[in-house]
């Protein structure tokens, strides 16, 4: 008798993030079900080559409305899904955003964390459940580089949110002894990443620069120091935690920092153009309370789960750029071989 899959279920399956580990758990066979709000507009075009992917024998991809927000939602699905593993990714996650918005930042990645919580909690079959944290919860870093010990000190909505969702895990955890899991990831990017976070808007800059759309990019803090990795790396680390035999908690980063301005020079650099000529500072797109640097330890990572960061800066900056130059037209004869 042929075993039934695993069967999982993703909140925020249409992000960056959720896209990727959706991709990664089909691969493994799983069921997947994703929650995703409702719009005026379609938001699925991350995934859309799952979800219609004419060469599978049967769907094992379903999308169903919730929101973080609407606790019935939640119940009601997780329910009636009865998922092996929940892997909560969806909130409000755009830092500078959080300033504007910070009670339904709070609402989606602090409450709603809670929600999915109780949700599980109240279920009658085991289930293993990942949280995304963030590096952000360290804000202005009480020590460098961070780990799982490093004590958290927020500087935005978000991150303060994040907090809450992370200490809710832990409590869950210790009070229910539920298979919980914080993964504290550090910057993670890649071409499916949004084009309002720096890295993407960056690439996406140079791309229009050099198809004659655009002259020039406006950047916010160019010292601000950070550790980014590739996401695709960074979702397999969730669905490795959540395959240990005992639940804990995993930072998730590459070890190595650099600069908002080394981002610039390295992408502009890549097809030969003078950054100077095409950044410009905006004090607009400061933080009210910045974060000056964050660079991760994931020495636990590698140990208990035997997982580390193979894709360097380098590489990361070439292959967003090389999507980038393909999706504008333009034709460079320094772009990364496909």
């Known amino acids: 008798m042929t075993e039934a899959p695993k069967r999982a279920l993703i909140t925020g399956i249409t992000g960056q993030d959720g896209s990727y580990l959706a991709e990664l758990l089909l691969d493994k066979g799983y069921e997947v079900h994703g929650l995703i709000r409702r719009s005026s507009s379609f938001n699925t075009g991350r995934i859309d080559h799952l979800y219609r992917d004419p060469h599978e024998a049967e769907t094992r991809l379903f999308l169903h409305y919730a929101d973080l927000t609407d606790s019935s939602s939640l119940f009601g699905h997780l329910h009636r ?55 952000e919860m360290y804000g202005k870093v009480l020590e460098s580089p961070q780990n799982e010990r490093t004590p958290f000190n927020p500087r935005s909505p ?4 994040k907090v809450f969702a992370h200490f809710m895990v832990v409590d869950y955890r210790e009070a229910y002894g539920l298979h919980a899991s914080n993964g504290i990831l550090f910057n993670h990017e890649s071409p499916r990443r949004g084009g309002t976070f720096v890295s993407r808007k960056v690439t996406r800059a140079v791309a229009a620069i050099l198809a004659g759309k655009q002259e020039k990019v406006y950047l916010g803090n160019l010292d601000a120091k ?19 035999d005992d639940p804990n908690d995993y930072v998730i980063a590459t070890g190595e920092m650099h600069t908002v301005r080394e981002l610039v020079e390295t992408a502009f650099g890549l097809v030969g153009l003078d950054w100077h000529a095409h950044v410009g500072v905006d004090p607009g797109y400061y933080r009210p309370t910045e974060v000056d640097e964050l660079c991760g330890d994931a020495s636990t990572a590698r140990e208990r789960l035997g997982w580390q960061a193979r894709t360097t800066f380098q590489d990361l900056m070439r292959l967003m ?18």
Request: aromatic share 12%.
């Open 158 to 161: 978000y991150a303060i949110a």
């Open 321 to 338: 750029l090389d999507h980038d130059l393909a999706e504008a037209g333009v034709r460079w004869p320094g772009r990364v071989p496909p």
């Open 81 to 135: 899904i009865k998922p092996d593993e929940v892997y909560n990714l969806g909130a409000q996650s755009h830092v500078k955003v959080s300033f504007e918005m910070p009670e339904f930042t709070a609402e989606t990645a602090g409450m709603g964390t809670l929600r999915m919580l109780e949700a599980v909690r109240t279920a009658d079959w085991p289930i293993r459940f990942y949280q995304a944290g963030s590096s």
């Open 226 to 244: 950070r550790d980014w990795g590739y996401a695709p790396e960074y979702v397999e680390a969730m669905w490795r935690m959540l395959q240990q």
